[in-house]
């Protein structure tokens, strides 16, 4: 079992910043990709950024791609999303998830999200 636990979100302006953190414990944090997902308000969940375990390999969702900034360290077993020129469409609850294959999924390990919200 790996535990998540989100922290980070918010209530911020167009074109703030927020940066989300997620804490791991249960097992080894290294061995597992990770990814922060979103779900909008009456929308589907995205994947909007996913790192490998090593923090080598990372992805961006388009939509987000040069604003958000996935990272993570292995050492305190969290990771981090930075989100900057934040915009009102990226108003959703984040979740940060574990998972130990490709890091474009399946996740196996949820937390339970942090809401942002971004205002016009």
């Known amino acids: 079992q790996v535990q998540l636990v989100e922290s980070g979100g918010g209530l911020v302006q167009t074109g703030g910043s927020l940066r989300l953190a997620c804490a791991a414990s249960?097992?080894?944090?290294?061995?597992?990709?990770m990814g922060w997902f979103r779900q909008p308000p009456g929308a589907e969940d995205e994947l909007v950024a996913a790192?490998?375990?090593?923090?080598?390999?990372?992805y961006y969702a388009d939509s987000v791609k040069d604003r958000f900034t996935i990272s993570r360290d292995n050492t305190k077993d969290i990771v981090y999303l930075k989100m900057n020129s934040l915009k009102p469409e990226d108003t959703a609850v984040y979740f940060c998830?574990?998972?130990?294959?490709?890091?474009?999924?399946?996740?196996?390990?949820w937390g339970q999200g942090t809401q942002v919200t971004v205002s016009a």
């Open positions: 998830a574990a998972g130990l294959g490709r890091i474009r999924g399946p996740y196996d390990y």
């Open positions: 790192i490998s375990g090593d923090g080598d390999t990372k």
């Open positions: 249960g097992r080894t944090f290294r061995d597992y990709g």
